[in-house]
Every structure is written in C-alpha cells, then in structure tokens.
C-alpha cells in the first residue's frame, strides 16, 4: 500500500525551528515532485512547497527564507526544515505527491499530517 | 498577489445538482491553469477528485465532474448525496512551481 506518514510536530515558540519528515512507501520521492501543503485551525489549505525530481525548490511567499524543502533518497523521506517561526505557522502540514505540467499538475497522494503548534 | 476564489458556502438538496466555482481576482482561469479540485471532510486529508480541469481521479463517482465556465473552473456534482457534504478546494497552477489554493467551499446536503 502506498503510504506518505509525516511526524515531527511539535509545540515551538516563536522564533525557533522544528524539522517535519515525510516517510514514503512504495513510490520513490527523488522521481516524483513532492510538495508540502498546510492547514491552520478551521482554516483552509495553504500550499507550501515544491521539490521536482531534478532538485528545483519552490516556496510560497509566506515562508520564503525561512523554510526549507529537501529529501533524502537513501530514506525515501520528505522533510521541510522551518525556522523563525511565527504564530502564523501554526498549521496540520501534509506531505502530498505531486504531478507536473506533463500530468496535468496536481496533487495525487496525501499523508494524514503532522500538527504543528507555534506558541509561547 | 494572486487570490483564488470560491463560494465559501453553498447548499443543495439530494439529488440535486451544484455547480462550485474556481476563479481569478484578476483575469480568467482557462486549461493553462490546470485547476484541479479537493474534497476535504473534518479531521481527514484532503481526497483528489478532479485534475487537469477535467481528468477524474482514480475511484472518483462520474457524478463528479469539471470544467471551465466563462472565466473561471468549475465543479459539478450531479445527484448529490449526503456524503458529499465536504469542504471543496480547487487549486490552480501559477507557473514556476506555484500553487495556489482556494479558500474553500464549504458544501452541505439538505
């Protein structure tokens, strides 16, 4: 069965830096673009990040410079290194596969989430 | 800054049909946009429903179905059934690896 299963959430204050993964089983993350997606309390989706197969990296302005998508092919894990935290950020973080253009762009697979909470 | 539109609400009877709509606050959305939408219920992940403005997923009931209308993207269910009472995301390609959401719409069956 394929499965994205993120962790990693956590309560963190203001200002500090959290890491989320994002295990993958039974497709392979460097062939695939993977991408993070959001959603704060009661709020809606909130596209966060892209990396494509060939290591291009995309970010949405509201984390631009302090959030940082990568991966490790020897684990098959997604990861989204955040720093400088803010309120704002507090958010349930999916990881989600996702096609390009050729495809027709869009998101195939989700993970369950990952709950991150930014307070002091 | 680009923001893309929805309803944020919108009710229909069973068996009814309901058309939800994706727009652009400037311009229009068209195939080069590849909108694609969401179904989203409290506490879940979202599902895919629709991709590349009219592709269904895999699984997907034919009573789920998309298109462009006018200037914007747009998601009819026809027949609706109590279990489609969801939240409802389209997304649309912005180039350059960007996405961007809807707000959402926010469906109810009665």
């Known amino acids: 069965e394929v499965q994205l299963v993120e962790s990693g959430g956590d309560l963190v204050q203001p200002g500090g830096s959290l890491r989320l993964s994002c295990a993958v089983s039974?497709?392979?993350?460097?062939?695939?673009?993977m991408s993070w997606v959001r959603q704060a309390p009661g709020k809606g989706l909130e596209w966060v990040s892209v990396i494509y197969s060939g290591g291009n990296t995309y970010y949405a302005d509201s984390v631009k410079g302090r959030f940082t998508i990568s991966r490790d092919n020897s684990k098959n894990t997604l990861y989204l290194q955040m720093n400088s935290l803010r309120v704002e950020d507090t958010a349930v973080y999916y990881c989600a596969r996702n096609w390009g253009v050729i495809s027709g762009w869009y998101f195939d697979l989700w993970g369950r989430g990952t709950l991150v909470t930014v307070s002091s | 800054q680009t923001v893309v539109t929805q309803e944020p609400s919108f009710s229909v009877s069973p068996g009814g049909t309901v058309t939800l709509t994706c727009g652009l606050s400037s311009g229009s959305v068209s195939t080069s946009y590849y909108p694609s939408w969401y179904q989203q219920t409290p506490g879940q992940a979202p599902r895919t429903l629709i991709y590349n403005t009219n592709t269904r997923s895999s699984g997907v009931p034919d009573r789920f179905s998309g298109s462009i209308l006018g200037n914007k993207a747009a998601l009819t269910i026809t027949g609706a059934q109590a279990d489609d009472e969801s939240d409802y995301y389209c997304?649309?390609?912005?180039?350059?690896?960007?996405?961007?959401f809807g707000g959402g719409t926010k469906l109810t069956v009665l």
């Open positions: 039974r497709f392979t993350v460097s062939s695939n673009y």
């Open positions: 997304v649309l390609y912005m180039g350059s690896g960007i996405s961007v």
